[in-house]
């Protein structure tokens, strides 16, 4: 079957005539006149009523590979399914034909439509992710293992983990990958926070060095290759450098570093208690008074009070942790209760539990505060 169509060169107009035909044979092709409606049998230049000069050109047409319509062959898309169409014609005008005997256009290329664009961009990430997964598991592992090895608290960082198995457990890539990556940029972030807060101290040692009348050149240059190390990337390389600065520094400021870190550890306990409402009243006056006779050189009496101050605040808390443990459980049950994704405060829990247990009361504690944290961020 082939299509006929009309064309008048003076208009430069394109018409179809009113019927396909036949081809078997050429001689007995009908159809209207476009202009006044004659009807017309045989292939004739101009219509023998109106004069008007027409061009009958057969139309060779094709099978769209898309959709399965007839069209012809020389349109650029389909005009059902809009798929586009190229035909690659062989020797002088031919196409090639289908088993069926219908021509068909070849080397036809079939646009995609906006769903499988999408689809096949989805499937292509997956598949980098897929391989970006492990690489990033190593990283953070190795990020965890250093701020387990250098005491620094990365508990944001461990429960994206968290997340990232959960996620993996359902083998959603996706997700999984954005947890780990969140889990990287947490752990970075805290590891360089402390890094920021140890060359702090460290200047605050190059103050107390000058105020005895020691030479504070050694730790001036310890600090000048933590920063190195630090804007480098070498996050280890920073840690350990710090590590031999503060052994300097205590030879240089005797007690001072050892009394100092003691003043800190009891203003981090103080603000946990607080989270959890404990009178605080007594470490905190101890602590303020370790301080000021610091500030005269006297740090012996400043660890000693900063000590009492500690001993004094634990005393406290066992009883308080104890009932804080019950309240918490009956919270995560509640959260339970309502739907909630309670997937992490178990763990959080859990963690808190067993360093009850054991009596670790300051462990305890910061799981506690952090199960606080947790809760007010799904409600």
């Not at 290759?225 to 070498?234: P, V």
């Not at 309240?327 to 963690?351: F, P, R, T, Y």
Request: charged letters at 35%.
């Amino acid at each position: 079957m082939s299509q006929w169509r009309l064309s008048i060169p003076e208009t430069g107009g394109l018409l179809k005539a009113n019927r396909s035909v036949n081809n078997e044979d050429h001689n007995q092709i009908e159809f209207d006149c476009p202009e006044c409606g004659t009807h017309i049998v045989g292939e004739v230049s101009k219509c023998p009523k109106c004069g008007v000069e027409f061009v009958i050109e057969e139309v060779i047409e094709v099978e769209c590979p898309n959709c399965g319509a007839v069209v012809p062959a020389d349109l650029e898309r389909c005009p059902k399914c809009n798929a586009k169409l190229e035909v690659l014609k062989e020797g002088a005008g031919e196409v090639e034909t289908s088993v069926k005997g219908a021509a068909k256009a070849t080397g036809t290329t079939v646009e995609e439509s906006p769903a499988e664009v999408e689809a096949k961009e989805a499937e292509e990430k997956e598949i980098e992710l897929r391989k970006q997964f492990p690489l990033l598991v190593e990283e953070v592992k190795s990020l965890l293992a250093l701020a387990n090895e250098f005491n620094i608290e990365v508990n944001e960082a461990k429960r994206f983990i968290d997340k990232a198995v959960r996620a993996g457990k359902q083998r959603d890539v996706v997700s999984a990958v954005n947890f780990v990556q969140e889990s990287l940029a947490r752990a970075r972030e805290t590891i360089d926070e402390k890094i920021a807060r140890d060359v702090e101290y460290l200047e605050k040692l190059v103050e107390v060095s000058n105020q005895i009348g020691s030479d504070p050149k050694a730790i001036l240059q310890s600090i000048e290759a933590i920063e190195t190390k630090r804007k480098g990337g070498d996050l280890k390389g920073a840690l350990i450098e710090i590590r031999n600065a503060k052994d300097l520094a205590e030879q240089i400021t005797g007690r001072y570093v050892e009394a100092s870190e003691m003043c800190e550890a009891l203003e981090k306990l103080i603000k946990n208690a607080e989270h959890l409402y404990v009178d605080v009243r007594e470490a905190r006056k101890l602590l303020n008074e370790a301080r000021d006779v610091g500030k005269h050189g006297d740090w012996t009496m400043m660890g000693v009070l900063a000590k009492k101050g500690r001993e004094e605040l634990l005393k406290m808390l066992p009883d308080v942790l104890r009932e804080e443990l019950k309240k918490s459980k009956e919270a995560l049950l509640d959260a339970k209760a309502e739907g909630k994704d309670v997937s992490s405060l178990i763990k959080i829990l859990k963690d808190g539990a067993v360093a009850f247990k054991r009596n670790d009361i300051e462990e305890t504690l910061e799981r506690l505060v952090e199960f606080k944290a947790e809760m007010k961020r799904i409600s």
